[in-house]
Nanobody, 117 residues
Framework: QAQFVESGGGLVQPGGSLRLSCTASGTIFSLYAMGWYRQAPGKQRELVAAISSGGNTYYVDSGKGRFTISRDNAKNTVYLQMNSLRPEDTAVYYC???????????WGQGTQVTVSS
């Protein structure tokens, strides 16, 4: 059974930074394109960044220049470095396979990111 465990969220002031981590188990992580998603209250879950098995990346327009996705296949882990955080980045962040390319696996519990002064 595939499982994702996200961590690294927290409360940060506008302009601050966070680094999120997601560790996968029960799946052949290195073969998949992976994505970071977020869901704000009252909104649909959206893809904010993705990385292919070969390292090609995608970012939502609002994340370009601020977010960096990376992966360490040896550790079955994908990261999301978020800089210059804004209040509108407040959401629960999840990782999963890049669902533009393949079906999703069960969602993890996510990690809460709150950007507020």
């Amino acid at each position: 059974q595939a499982q994702f465990v996200e961590s690294g969220g927290g409360l940060v002031q506008p302009g601050g930074s966070l680094r999120l981590s997601c560790t996968a188990s029960g799946t052949i992580f290195s073969l998949y394109a992976m994505g970071w998603y977020r869901q704000a209250p009252g909104k649909q879950r959206e893809l904010v960044a993705a990385i292919s098995s070969g390292g090609n990346t995608y970012y939502v327009d609002s994340g370009k220049g601020r977010f960096t996705i990376s992966r360490d296949n040896a550790k079955n882990t994908v990261y999301l470095q978020m800089n210059s955080l804004r209040p509108e980045d407040t959401a629960v962040y999840y990782c999963n396979r890049d669902m533009r390319l393949q079906g999703r696996l069960p969602w993890g519990q996510g990690t809460q990111v709150t950007v507020s002064s």
